[in-house]
């Protein structure tokens, strides 16, 4: 009977629905948002829309200046009184003082100056050269053409510490001024180092937990998962309480006579990656554990039974089946810490600042919402790379648990 | 119910929420930047103009940015309705049309003021001035210029400063011996911005950054500071809570802080309101007494005790080597440097 399949068909779908509503919504959509905000140039070719057009036929190598078009354009554009035309010529002049700092009072000034009532019957030319001399320099309009196309890798190439120049060769910005490839070979190391440390010690966690009785076993599955119930701002607070020079720690440590001064064990890289593999453990332990429930004790003892001793039954036997866990702890792990922004922005100085950092620092203070798309958009691509390089080598069913 | 049903009672109800919340009526929301300058407000302005009222209002803080004045205008949602702001930013914001351009010559208090405090969509809330600070019980003879808060061999101890470039890269020039009236000539240049950076790569692993402004005062009195920047008002606040923290009045920083209400706002009428009560000679006199910063009523200074005009930055003797912030300057290179300028941090 097709007619009561498809029937059956459309309430299954009905009812995944919500879910598949949901995933378009709150993950597709954000990414969508994300790729168009880091490519998506609006400003100046809404705000200055005559302008922008009358520059498309001007080649800077030919003239220094554009034609007597543009300057008329450009003089149309800011003389329009209505109030949107005003906020989009100020959205047009936050993004050219990007281009050159100064552009912002620039187009504003020289707005106000060609809507107050002045003598006609001049040049634009000469008129807006007499408002202010930049009007006369090339690179003036050379910025505004830059900047006129709908779409940009301006973000993109700032989020690598490039830029284009006008006749379109793109080079890294001077020294002094490049940050964010740092930033994110940070953000990555930290990742990487803090994933390493919650194998480390996870892995023994995870092995003891699986062949320790019932009793103890409860204890050690508590010790991992009521950090993991906690509130992450409750965590990251206690262990600024107790890493801090005057803080229960320190304290221990000079009564035994260990140290004789307080050590710095918060607000710099250690008590980053203290703190972090706290919040990650997890994230690690779980998947292995559960990679490690499921081989058979009798493996190991038949491994001993066949002569091999344990070092060699743990090398040859076990460890080679525990890997999807390993893989699949790591990559979580790893994924994690690297979009983590309010653990390291709370107990890192601001040298272990990651990728996240900027990205909050640009859509909630600098409000260079393009910058900031640019630079999740870069971290995405990065752990994007990673999971596929992960599945190519040890397989997305495996790092899943699916086999 | 059939399943169809159910369904189409979910989606209406979730938009019903969704356009609810926006609509709502909300109390009168005001918004300062915390602290004991906060507390003044609410003690000089807001309880007072509340209780002549018979309303309500909602309280809430800010360190500066344009950021969330500007996701409320685009999303529609706007829950601020009268704002602290500095300057620079009251002026971006304004021609981005995030703020109401009100005509402050229509308030009743206009009269009184002084018309330099009144600028389009702002009207002069305080004048207020970050200088030098320290402990004297614990530094006997303490630091007297910026040049003397960059000597780390002499007075050893960590270095507060605002966490922004604003405020920051000015005193770095001072301590590399700018006069305080050359230091935006010299900063506008490419070499001047990098003289700046380089002064603050000499103590940068001396500097505690602090964000809001009560920061440095609790970092001051917990000794985990030997000196900072600070704003003015805050410090003399603290004098009053008994300690012994200078205000070092030589090489200050002053500029003038505006109220500013949300375009949009849904309590626009109350707002304009409220800034004329908060602007008017009684309340003025009684907040500058609770904390020395600068009014714009002249009426309500004429009024003030020559005590607390001596500790204003406006006094005659706190301005002998003073630098005002460049409201234009930090428009045009506001972007730049600050970006600049959390990168550095970062480094």
Partial sequence: MPWRRNRGRTISLLLIAPLLLFTFAVFLLPIVNILTNAVANPEVSVGLPRTSAALADWDPAESDLPGDAAFEALALDLSDKSPESTRAVAAAARRLNYEISGFRSLLVSTGRALRAPGEDGKEWRERLAAIDARWAEPATWQAIRRAAPAHTTFYLLSALDMRQATDGSVSLVPESQRAYVAVLLRTLKVAAITTLLCLAIGYPLATLMVSAGRRFALILFGAVMLPFWTSLLAKTSAWIVLLQEEGPINKLLMWSGLISSPLQLIFNATGLYIVMVHMMLPFMVLPLYSTMKSIPPHYMRASVSLGANPVRGFFHVYLPMTLPGVGAGSLLTFIVTAGYYITPSLVGSPREQMLGYFVAYYAYTSVNWGLASALGLLLLVCVLALYLLAGRTVGVRQIAGLK | ?347
């Fill in chain 2, 1 to 347: 119910m059939t399943f169809s049903r159910m369904i189409a009672c979910a989606v209406s109800l979730a938009v019903l929420a969704g356009t609810g919340a926006g609509a709502q009526a909300r109390d009168l929301t005001v918004v300062g930047f915390g602290g004991t300058v906060q507390d003044a407000y609410r003690k000089a302005y807001w309880d007072p103009y509340a209780a002549l009222k018979g309303i309500k209002y909602v309280e809430d803080t800010t360190n500066g940015g344009l950021a969330k004045q500007k996701a409320m205008i685009e999303t529609g949602n706007v829950t601020w309705d009268v704002m602290q702001m500095e300057a620079d930013e009251v002026a971006i914001a304004c021609d981005e049309g995030l703020l109401a351009d009100v005509d402050w010559t229509t308030l009743s208090s206009y009269k009184d003021s002084e018309p330099s405090m009144f600028t389009p969509c702002g009207v002069g809330a305080i004048v207020w001035s970050e200088v030098l600070t320290y402990d004297a019980d614990k530094i006997k003879e303490g630091p007297q210029s910026w040049a003397d808060f960059w000597n780390v061999e002499k007075w050893p101890g960590k270095r507060g400063l605002r966490k922004t470039a604003k405020l920051t890269l000015e005193l770095a020039l001072m301590a590399d011996g700018v006069a305080p009236a050359d230091v935006y000539t010299v900063l506008a240049t490419p070499e001047g911005q990098d003289r700046a950076f380089a002064k603050l790569d000499e103590i940068k692993p001396h500097i505690q950054w602090w964000e809001s402004g009560a920061q440095p005062l609790e970092w001051l009195a917990a000794g985990s500071v030997a000196m900072t920047a600070a704003f003015n008002g805050r410090i003399t606040t603290a004098q009053g809570e008994g300690r012994n923290f200078p205000v070092v009045w030589n090489e200050q920083l002053f500029a003038i802080d505006y109220w500013a209400i949300m375009a949009n706002s849904p309590n626009h009428d109350q707002a304009v309101d409220l800034v004329d009560y908060m602007n008017s000679t009684g309340p003025q006199k009684l907040f500058a007494e609770t904390i020395p910063y600068g009014i714009a009523n002249k009426e309500a200074m004429a009024q003030l005790d020559p005590a607390v005009l001596a500790i204003l930055p406006s006094a005659p003797e706190n301005q002998k080597r003073a630098l005002s912030l460049d409201t234009r300057f930090w428009i045009d290179h506001g972007q730049e440097l600050s970006e600049r300028f959390s990168n550095w941090v970062a480094r």
